[in-house]
């Protein structure tokens, strides 16, 4: 059975950093395409950072020099850094494979941008 687990969200005041991480179990493999989505409130969900099978990063414009997406293999999890927080961040974070599939998407993780 595929399962992605994140874990890691919490309230953090602006400027602030979390550490996301994303736990892959059964068939996923972390050197496939991943991506850290958010769902932000009365938003869709967007993609803000990926990592390739090859190691290339890519990342929306709205996260880019604030986030960076790593992995480990050995551990088949998926990081995502996030630091100078914005309440604009506050969201629900999912990793997923790059394109996303419907059937991989875990619970999520809240991720609260508040003083």
């Known amino acids: 059975q595929v399962q992605l687990v994140e874990s890691g969200g919490g309230l953090v005041q602006p400027g602030g950093s979390l550490r996301l991480s994303c736990a892959a179990s059964?068939?996923?493999?972390?050197?496939?395409?991943m991506g850290w989505y958010r769902q932000r409130p009365g938003k869709q969900r967007e993609l803000v950072a990926g990592?390739?099978?090859?190691?290339?990063?890519n990342y929306a414009d709205s996260v880019k020099g604030r986030f960076t997406i790593s992995r480990d293999n050995a551990k088949n999890t998926v990081y995502l850094q996030m630091n100078s927080l914005k309440p604009e961040d506050t969201a629900v974070y999912y990793c997923?494979?790059?394109?996303?599939?419907?059937?991989?998407w875990g619970q999520g993780t809240q991720v609260t941008v508040s003083s």
């Open positions: 997923n494979v790059v394109p996303y599939k419907y059937d991989y």
């Open positions: 990592i390739t099978s090859g190691g290339s990063t």
């Open positions: 059964g068939s996923i493999l972390i050197r496939n395409y």
